[in-house]
Structure formats: C-alpha cells, structure tokens
C-alpha cells in the first residue's frame, strides 16, 4: 500500500480503553462507506469503489473494522486465493485513524484477518509496504512476516516496495500453533455475524 | 448494437438459428434494461463476469472511458500548433527567441534524465511539440539541429537499453478506470501478466507510436557542426569587437541585445557541444569489442566539461530571465527558472502505456545536471575496464560496479560490452572462457566436448549469469536465488558424466583421459560458482534491507556456511591450476608429492577465511545475545523462527545449496553460545589478523586494499563490543546493543550504548 506522505499533525491522540474497541466483521453494504472513507484518507491513491466491492463481496469474512463508541477507527480489507499452487491471503488494506494509533488496533484487526485465513487453509499471507513505512514494517514484522523481496520502484514516486509474507506453520509440524489460534474461535465466530441493524455504529 | 432500428429496417426476429445447439439472440433489450438498472458506481458479477473482466473491458486512457486522464486543453498536436503553443520562431524579438530556445534545451535535459529514471519516453522527451513534427522546425536552424540531436540519441539510448534486455524487473501498478488500481489489486488480477509486460526495459524501451526514426537523423551531428559554427564565429566577433580590436568577419550576431551576446553565445555552445559530445560517447561505445572505448573516454571528459560550464550559465541566464531577479530554481526544469515553451505532456499520453497518464514529475535541472555526470563516470568506469579474459576478473569487476548504483543505461552498456552474440566481450567463446576459468589447461581438440550437451548448458548459464549481475539489486536478487537451481542440476549431470565417462574406460587412453580431467575441472568450477552466487545472494539481502536484526543470526550462520563451501572450492580450484602450473615444467609423475609439500594457501582463499570469520563471530554474538540477554529475539503469534528460516533460505535449500543444511543444525549450533566462551576464542581477532597478514599480498591492488581495511575494522568493533558487553554481565538492563552497517554494506558491527 502507498501511503500518504503528507503528515499532518492533526488530531491529537485520544484516550481510551482497548475494551472500549469493537471489532466487527465486515456486515454488509452500509460497512462500504466507512471503510471507503478510512482508506481514502489515509492511503495516498484512491481506490475505486469496484476495487473495495470486488474484496468485500468476496471474502466479506476476511475485512473487519473497529468501532470507538459507533465511530469507526479502523479498517482491514483482505483476499485469499490459489496462487501458483499455494493457498494465500492478501492483506490489501489496513488503516487505523491517527487519533488512535500505537494502541495496539491494527495489530488486533490483521490478527483477525489472519486467522481466519488460517483456518480456511491458507499456507501464507503475503502484502506489499513501502519501504518507507516504518510503522507497517515493524507491525508486521512482529506479527511474523518477513521481507521476502524488494520490488524495484514499486510505486511510481519511485519509492520501492517491500514483498513481505508469512509462512504459516503446516498443522502437523506445529500443532501447538493452531490450536492456540484456534482458541480464540469463539470470539471470532461472534464477531464474524453480520451486524445486522447494528445502527448504532454510526 | 448500433445499427438497430437504423434505415428503418424490419425488426430483428427474436432468435436465428445457429446449430442443433445454439440459436442467436437479441440481447439489447436485456442490454438496455441492465444499463437502465445499473447505478454509479455498481458493476455486474458473475460467475464468469469477475471485476478484473470487467476492468479489462475498460479502456484505459480512452478520455471516453477513464475519467482519470489528465486532460490536456487540445486534442490533437496540429490543434495545439495552430493554437501557438509550438510557435516558430520562439519570438520575432531574437533575444527573446534565444532565451526560449536555451529553455527549451534545458527542459529537454531534464527531460531526458526523467526518462533514464524511469518514466516513458511519450511523457517526458517526446512531450515537446517540435520534437513530434521535427519538420515544422527547419526554418530555426538552432532548435532544428538541437532536437534532431535529440531524437537520435534518445534512438541510440534506446537501442543499448533493448540489446541488453534482461527483463530487468519492475512491476508497475495497473491503472484501473479512472482510478489507479492499488497495487494489492494487480497481485490478485495476475501480478503474472503484469510482470512480463512492465520490465524496467519495456517502459524504457515503449517507444509505440512516437516518431523516434527519421530521415536525414543520421546526418544530426553535421547539422549540429554547422550551427555550432555559426555561433562560435559570432561569439568571436563579439568578443573582437568588445575589445576594440575592429570586426574579423562581418557576422551578424546572434541576438539583438549586444550586452547578453557573449553570455547568450556561451551559454548556446555548452548546450550544443554537450550533446554532440554524449551523441559521440554512444557511437564510440557502440563499436563491437569495446574497440571504441579509448575515444569514448575522450568524448565523455569533454561532456564533463561542457555540463560544468552548462551548469556555470546558470548565474547569467538566471539574472537575465525576463528581468526578474532569479527566482527559486532548485525545482525548476530550465537554467532560467522560465518554463519552456513548446511541451504538453499530455497531448501523446495515449501512448505512454503502461503507465497510465497521470502527470508526472520531471527532475530539475539541477538533478539533471547531476544525474549525466553520474551516468559519465559510470560510463567512463566501464569504458577502462581492462576488459579481463579471467571470468573471476570479470565477476569482481561487475560487483565492484554495482557498488555504486548505477542507472540502467550505464548497466546496459556494461552489458552489452560483456555479452555480445553470446561471446564474452563479442570476442571470446564461453567454453574457451569457461576452461579458462576453471583452469584446464589442453582442451582436446576435435573430441566434439564443445558441443556436448552439459557443455552448451553450462556455457548458456555462465553467459545469463554476467547479464543478471548487470541488473538492479533487487531484480538481481530474485534471479539469482532462481538460477541457482539451475546451477545444481548441471552439477549433478556433470557429476553424473564423469563418473560414467570413468566406468565406461578402463583401459585409459589419452583422448579420454584428457577429458576425464577436464570434466573434473568443469565440476570443481561449478561448484564454486554455485557458492559464489549463493554468497552473492545472500549478502544483496542486507543491501536491500531484506533481513531484521532478530534475523541476522541465522542469516550470518547460512553466510558462515556457505562461504566455507565456497572457500573450499576455491581452493580446489586453486589446487588444480597450480597442479597445471607445475606440470609444465616437472616430470609428470613428481606430481602428487609436490602438491602436499607446498600446498599454500592462495590470498583469495584467505580473504575469503577473513569473511568466515566475521561470520562466524556475528552468528555466535548475536546467538550468545539471545541465549544470554533474551534479545534479538522475536517471539511471534502465527509462526515460529523456523517458517522465517524456511522462507528466507528457501531457494538456496531448494537447490541443495549446501546439502544436509536445515534449521535444527542452525539452532543446534547456536543454542549453546555465551559470552564467556566467546571472548576466549575469538573469531573477530583471527579476521584481524588475516587481514592484516594478507595486505603484502595485495599490495598493488588498491581495491584489496580497501576491503582489507574494512574487515580489520568490523573486526576492531565488534571485538570491542564483545569484550564491553562480556564486561558489564548480561544483568545489566541499561545497556541498549544494536547493529550497524557504517563499515561494511553486510558485515554489521555492534554498538552498546548504556541508556
Ligand atoms: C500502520 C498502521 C495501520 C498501524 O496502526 P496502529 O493501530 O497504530 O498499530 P498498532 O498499535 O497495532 O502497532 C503495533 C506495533 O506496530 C509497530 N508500529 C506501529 N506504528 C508504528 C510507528 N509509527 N513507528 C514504529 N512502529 C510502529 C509497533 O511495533 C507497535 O507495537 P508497540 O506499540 O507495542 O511498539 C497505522 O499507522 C496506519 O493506518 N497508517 C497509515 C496506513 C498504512 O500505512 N497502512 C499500512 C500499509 S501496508
């Protein structure tokens, strides 16, 4: 992802409880705008609507968002697929608000993402980041992703990219790693549900 | 769909028969109710109708189609000339006409930078409207001769660029609708499909379109002469008739203010001597066998030169640019700080593809200007390289190359020069050059080895092999962990033939014994490269800043490893060139004790154990780190240590590079460091003393030199460190250890600040 360069030192941080956050998977149509605002935001190239449908409609199980008392604060947008003979998701979007930041939010929204495409068999999660955005790099770098490659001038300002990816471990060689993962279904399971009528989020 | 209803023709009958199977149907009324239905910004999808369909439907760049386009305000070239935005002459007033022209020359310069970097040629030299219809020009003898110039060097540029075409990497965004389609966008659409067709080279070389060839262009220089000429003779006469010693020639001169003559005239013959020089650097490195080099280098100083008196012009162009004061030029694109007339980098945006047209941003003139000189030391680099016969030369020399980072059209000029009709230099065969390198001295005549199989593969290697370490870092990188495999696979058959060429001669005869040997040779050769590239491999991933400092433990025990393979087949290699050597002037037969008694150990070898033990050092530091002070570690939620191993050494374990190599053997010979043993036995004070033994050695090699230096120095620090961090115990919290790259690009030294 190609974020924005300009920093703008608006919106001062806010305070909050990490239990005041709620996760909810994506639930439908009236979740498109708030995460077409998000990234439209944050990310420096608008997106097309057709590009957020295409991921949403899709794997609407793989996209979550956080809500802070019905604002919605951050987003992630993903995808999972064959690609040349091996499951993988992809992380297209991930975005959390200024105000919230370093809170520990978009590590908790990607972590949602990537066990749900363990669960479906996903064998790696891959994304791209600029090398210059030190804050993905360190998020994902902690959640274990490694730098697989640099793409040369990725972005056409000229900046590369990093490819990084995940190798999840195979179930029969590490079979501790799922089951903690597994561990957490039931949260996921619930937040998974459609919001239905959830107006309050907004 | 069109001509329905049209001429009032009887209405379509609602289905027609095609076969037992089909029928043919009117679909536009479905068509038609769909388009009425569909809303902003919805999109059908189906089964077989997925978005990248529908994408795919859409014409990019078709203003139709992509609401994105940058629009420019005409729609055609010939709209925009008849508009005045390419008028000739620049202006009636010939000062003014002068000024625009050295505008549009600076602008051209920045134009051309912009491009080298990467950006299409339709958006950036062929954004000028003279340059499109070149014709329009010949009245203006001055920007005539100047982008005649122009277009044939941007035609020569280009076709060095498309003779070295490695497919050197570089993945362009998609453009989607009038949206750019993120990047994540194309991975799932076919990264595939876009990866073959936006190579750094393609967008280089995407010349679709554009009036790139021209009649007459071959005779550009002559016309640039003439001008030249011209305006040499007026700066000559100003000059005599500033200095009273009365009129030479009676020349009309350039401009009509006759204070700006001499500084106008200066500033003109700079900009064209410029280009006629660069132009000659292109022809001369043109010449097959670098035959062309001596005088290359000649042309290149002068280009030198004359861009420093370009940039010198800046002071009076600045001052006199429409009689305001020089305004902010470090953005701008011409010495004058004025925007040139004459370019609309919309108007042929249509054939920029792959990139969409969006507007770009094309370099100062100032960075231009910075980036020709780069691009002219690094082609003077290449232009003395003694074109060495040895490949180990020659692999040291790219390496060395590299180091500084050159741009594509110096990289592909040092490729053409290296492979030419798949010929080392154009000149040597790569078997001749292969038996060179792996030191066989009598290659059987006629024995029909040349056009063995293996042979040919392992010569075709060799040659893709010298054309990837010519491409960017990253690229390079990717490539060269793929072709390892291929690497591996010709060393199990070479390994293959040679045992069965044994088994298959017992009674040894001398056409076969010969090539017994030299199958040897060919092997231990092989084995070497494949080491060497593995090296190569890993260490550009610390150039790329591909590994995070929880990673450089393993990474530096895979280096420590494969170095050591590499170190033993060197000097294996080594062994048998100098068993040649000495077979020369002995009896045959002395051979074997000979070789034991004064097995030295060749300086590349040593070097090579120097890096060894830097390795070695750093894998125990960093482990006796993570043992004793539980850092440099990272615990994390979805996998273990293990994955990172797997994936970060994938393809090296894939093509067995070493063997028998795996993440236990790693961890078991990590697990037990601790400081206390280290900072008995120390790896860092053997690199140091290697080094320094080895400097007689490599006396008359100042690049030796250098490196020497820099391990004795990683060595200094890291020895130091240890000794600090062993000192103050690994109780001590305040101490804060980190790693950095300032005397090495791979070789990190620690750095213990107390907090
Ligand atoms: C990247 C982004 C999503 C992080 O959101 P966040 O909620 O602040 O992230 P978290 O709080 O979960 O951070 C987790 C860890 O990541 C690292 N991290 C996050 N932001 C960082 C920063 N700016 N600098 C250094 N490390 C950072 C830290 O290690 C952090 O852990 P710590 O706070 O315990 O040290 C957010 O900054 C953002 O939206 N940026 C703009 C869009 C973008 O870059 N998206 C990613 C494109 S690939």
Redesign the pocket.
């Known amino acids: 992802?190609e974020?924005k360069t300009s920093e703008e030192a608006e919106g001062a941080s806010v305070e909050f409880e990490p239990s005041d956050i709620e996760y909810v998977s994506y639930g439908g149509e009236h979740h498109l705008p708030l995460i077409m605002r998000l990234v439209d935001q944050?990310?420096s190239e608008p997106y097309s609507i057709f590009t957020y449908r295409y991921f949403v409609y899709l794997w609407p199980h793989l996209s979550f968002l956080a809500f802070h008392k019905g604002n919605c604060v951050?987003t992630v947008v993903c995808k999972m697929g064959e690609h040349r003979n091996t499951f993988r998701g992809y992380i297209a979007m991930?975005?959390?608000i200024k105000p919230?930041?370093?809170?520990?939010?978009?590590?908790e929204l990607v972590t949602r993402s990537i066990k749900v495409m363990m669960e479906s068999g996903c064998e790696e999660v891959t994304?791209e980041?600029e090398v210059t955005?030190?804050?993905?790099l360190?998020?994902y770098g902690?959640l274990g992703f490694i730098r697989a490659k640099r793409l040369f001038r990725y972005y056409l300002n000229g900046v590369d990219a990093f490819r990084l990816k995940l190798l999840l471990p195979r179930p029969e060689i590490n079979p501790a790693l799922l089951m903690a993962a597994n561990n957490d279904n039931s949260l996921l399971h619930d937040s998974n549900k459609p919001p239905e009528g959830s107006s309050q989020h907004y | 769909m069109a001509e329905r209803g049209e001429g009032g023709d009887a209405p379509l009958p609602a289905s027609i028969y095609s076969d037992e199977q089909t029928v043919w149907a009117d679909v536009s009324p479905l068509l038609e109710a769909a388009c009425r239905d569909l809303r902003d910004g919805e999109l059908i999808h189906g089964e077989n109708f997925s978005l990248f369909a529908a994408m795919s439907a859409l014409e990019i760049m078709d203003p139709k189609m992509d609401s994105g386009i940058e629009h420019s305000g005409y729609h055609s070239i010939e709209e925009a000339i008849e508009d005045g935005a390419a008028p000739i002459p620049l202006s009636f007033d010939r000062t003014v006409d002068v000024q625009c022209t050295i505008d549009i020359m600076d602008h051209f310069l920045a134009c051309e930078a912009t491009w080298h970097k990467g950006h299409s040629l339709a958006q950036t030299v062929f954004s000028c409207i003279y340059l499109l219809r070149l014709d329009r020009t010949s009245p203006h003898a001055l920007l005539h001769s100047y982008c005649r110039i122009m277009r044939a060097t941007c035609a020569a540029v280009i076709s060095v660029v498309s003779d070295a075409r490695t497919h050197e990497g570089r993945v362009v965004r998609l453009c989607m609708g009038h949206y750019w389609c993120c990047m994540d966008f194309t991975t799932c659409v076919g990264l595939s499909f876009l990866n073959s067709m936006s190579l750094e080279e393609d967008l280089f070389t995407m010349a679709y379109g554009l009036p790139l060839k021209g009649e007459g262009d071959e005779k550009c220089l002559s016309m640039l002469n003439a001008v030249e000429e011209t305006i040499s003779r007026q700066l000559r006469a100003c000059k005599a008739s500033s200095s009273k010693k009365g009129i030479l020639e009676n020349i009309e001169p350039l401009q009509t203010n006759l204070d700006l003559e001499e500084g106008y005239c200066k500033a003109l013959l700079c900009r064209l001597r410029f280009r006629k020089h660069f132009y000659h650097v292109l022809m001369c490195m043109k010449k097959p066998q670098g035959r062309g080099f001596e005088l290359a280098r000649k042309h290149i100083a002068s280009c030198l030169s004359e861009l420093a008196y370009i940039y010198n012009s800046l002071e009076f162009l600045g001052f006199n640019a429409y009689g305001s004061c020089q305004n902010d030029i470090e953005d701008s694109t011409t010495a004058s700080g004025r925007q040139p007339v004459g370019f609309d980098a919309s108007l042929n945006s249509r054939l920029a593809a792959p990139t969409p047209p969006r507007a770009i941003k094309i370099l100062s003139w100032k960075k231009a200007i910075k980036y020709f000189e780069k691009l002219l030391h690094d082609l003077d680099t290449i232009c003395s390289f003694s074109m060495d016969p040895l490949l180990e030369g020659i692999l040291r020399f790219v390496v060395q190359f590299q180091k500084s980072q050159p741009d594509l059209v110096a990289r592909a000029h040092l490729q053409r020069l290296l492979v030419q009709d798949g010929k080392l230099y154009g000149r040597d065969p790569v078997f001749d050059v292969i038996c060179r390198a792996a030191a066989v001295s009598d290659v059987p005549k006629n024995s029909g080895i040349q056009k063995s199989e293996i042979v040919l593969q392992l010569g075709q290697l060799a040659i893709n092999l010298l054309k990837i370490l010519c491409t960017n870092a990253a690229w390079q990188r990717r490539k060269l962990g793929k072709i390892l495999q291929d690497w591996s696979v010709i060393y199990v058959q070479l390994e293959l033939a040679s045992k069965r060429d044994f088994a298959e001669t017992p009674n040894i005869l001398t056409d076969v014994n010969v090539s017994m040997k030299l199958s040897k040779h060919l092997l231990i050769w092989t084995e070497e490269q494949i080491y060497w590239i593995a090296s190569r491999f890993l260490m550009l991933g610390f150039e790329l800043d591909l590994y995070s400092p929880t990673e450089y433990c393993m990474v530096y025990w895979y280096m420590y490893v494969v170095l050591i393979k590499l170190a033993e087949a060197t000097q294996l290699r080594m062994g048998t060139s100098s068993d040649i050597a000495k077979r020369k002037g002995k009896k045959k037969r002395d051979l074997p004790k000979d070789l034991a008694k004064d097995s030295q150990i060749p300086p590349m070898v040593l070097l090579l154990q120097c890096y060894i033990c830097l390795s070695e050092g750093l894998t125990m530091m960093l482990a006796a780190l993570r043992n004793e002070h539980k850092i440099f570690q990272r615990p994390s939620a979805f996998n273990t240590e293990e994955e990172r191993f797997i994936q970060h050494f994938e393809l090296l374990q894939r093509a067995h590079v070493p063997g028998h190599i795996s993440y236990m053997l790693f961890k078991e010979s990590t697990s037990h460091a601790q400081f206390s043993t280290l900072v008995r036995y120390n790896y860092f004070k053997d690199a140091q003393r290697i080094a320094k033994e080895l400097r007689s050695s490599f006396s008359s090699d100042s690049d030796r030199l250098v490196e020497l230096r820099q391990i004795e120095q990683v060595a200094e620090h890291n020895w130091i460190a240890l000794n600090v961090i062993c000192q103050a115990g690994a109780e001590d919290p305040s101490l804060k250890i980190s790693f950095e790259f300032s005397h090495h690009p791979c070789f990190a030294i620690a750095t213990v600040k107390r907090s």
């Open positions: 992802m974020t944050e990310l951050g991930l975005v959390v919230y930041r370093g809170k520990g939010i978009a590590t994304l980041a955005n030190k804050g993905a360190a998020l902690r």
